[in-house]
């Protein structure tokens, strides 16, 4: 019963400490990376590493892949590339709480969209609600920069294709995928931050720092969040990352002392809410299932019987 229970909430640990990772390693990029390669180079140093960390690790090429699993490697490595540097040409110009809140967008409609059981929806909407409050951050919305915010989109509609995607190959191990979808994810974006940085990519500093980066809002994220992906329903991941937002401002917190509005703590609350209520709900589901799998055994076996 023990065991049962670990591999129930084992998802929603896996989520909470990506985002924390993630959250954590995004702003040492911002910080420390943006003013000597851009966000170009920035990407392409993060990813770039963060690949060559997991195909060293991972071998990779040592399993087989049918045609369809390279295919669903291809188009989620694809995503997840385009996603790292969506997302990093609109922090160029968008606070770090609004981009976040503003590429939300995509796993919230890919929970609305693969919903099907009312209590589903009640999730979806606290974690709308939350999101709405939490997008202003201090800043109005009219004043956003709307490049920054077609980037912040585009992030959004990657991240959602990145979901699906990544269920796609989810059969697949966890060191496997990850590591292949990286690599992909590495070609995508190199010769970008080339093309913009150049020789600047190669500095000692930047490649140091770069491959902290890489450990810490790349490799150990999406690995932990393929974990997720391997157990969960697209729904249920969707609004289970909603946490991100939410973590992200209790690290600000916490890291750089950025005190919070009594609105802003109520959309923290709201979208973590959301997250335990889906991750209740569907370890519920899965409950009432296993329960009925095996009452429908039972009874299949007294009819054998007599």
């Known amino acids: 019963m023990f065991a049962h ?26 910080h420390t990376l943006f003013p000597t390669v851009g966000a170009q180079g ?3 140093v993060r990813v770039g590493f963060s690949a060559l960390i997991l195909l060293v690790l991972c071998r990779p090429w040592r399993w087989p892949l049918s045609a369809a ?16 540097l969506s997302f990093y040409m609109a922090l160029r110009t968008l606070p770090f709480g609004v981009a976040v809140a503003i590429e939300f967008s995509g796993p919230l409609a890919v929970a609305v969209w693969a919903s099907r059981r009312p209590l589903d929806f009640v999730w979806v909407l606290l974690a709308v609600v ?57 070609l995508v974006v190199l010769p970008v931050g080339v093309a913009h940085a150049g020789w600047d990519l190669l500095s000692p500093s930047v490649l140091l720092v770069g491959l902290g980066v890489a ?23 969707g609004i289970m990352i909603s946490m991100e937002p939410a973590v ?43 329960k009925s799998r095996a009452r429908a055994d039972a009874l299949q076996a007294d009819f054998s019987a007599k």
């Open 69 to 84: 699993d390279r295919r669903g490697a291809l188009l989620y490595g694809a995503a997840l590339g385009l996603m790292n």
């Open 248 to 290: 992200a401002a209790v690290l600000a917190l916490l890291l750089l002392d950025e005190q919070l509005s009594a609105v802003q703590w109520l959309a923290i609350g709201l979208i973590v809410l959301a997250s335990m209520g889906s991750a209740l709900t569907v370890s519920m589901a899965a409950l009432v299932k296993e």
């Open 130 to 186: 939350g999101l709405g409050l939490l997008l202003p951050l201090g800043h109005a919305v009219s004043s956003l920069d709307p490049v920054g915010v077609l980037w912040a989109l585009l992030a959004a509609s990657c991240w959602a294709s990145y979901i699906l995607f990544g269920k796609r190959i989810g059969h697949l191990p966890v060191a496997h995928s990850v590591s292949l979808g990286l690599g992909v994810a590495a």
């Open 5 to 30: 229970r670990n591999a129930v909430w084992l998802p929603w640990l896996a989520i909470f400490a990506s985002v924390v990772f993630l959250g954590l390693g995004t702003s040492w990029a911002k």
């Open 215 to 237: 450990a810490v809002s790349s490799a150990i994220p999406i690995s932990l969040e393929m974990v997720a992906l391997k157990r969960l329903p697209p729904q249920a991941f």
């Open 42 to 44: 920035t990407t392409a």
